[in-house]
């Protein structure tokens, strides 16, 4: 069992995710930190960038406050950082504009 995410109403988020989804326009960009910034070996946190997770399709803002885990507990982020269980190298980054 996925304990990051027991307390979690999955259908909730998961109609959030739709709503955000109808509500944006998301250009892809790249795969990993570089896709963030120029040689970038950390996430950059700017405004307009969303994470993607490769398994469960879910988008997270990097510059938003707060803490925030996708469905399947592979992206994580908090006041200050960003993290992922799957290598860096596999998470998709696109820009999001809104409609």
């Known amino acids: 069992m996925d304990m990051k995410n027991w307390n979690v109403d999955k259908t909730q988020i998961a109609a959030q995710q739709e709503a955000l989804k109808k509500s944006m326009n998301f250009s892809y960009i790249g795969h990993g930190p570089r896709a963030t ?34 469905l399947c507990g ?6 200050r950082v960003f993290k992922s269980d799957l290598p860096m190298t596999e998470v998709e980054i696109f820009k999001g504009e809104k409609r």
């Open 74 to 79: 592979n992206l994580h982020r908090d006041e």
């Open 37 to 70: 910034g120029f040689l970038a070996k950390e996430f950059k946190r700017k405004p307009g960038l969303y994470a993607r997770c490769v398994q469960c399709g879910y988008y997270m803002p990097l510059d938003a406050k707060g803490e925030e885990n996708c």
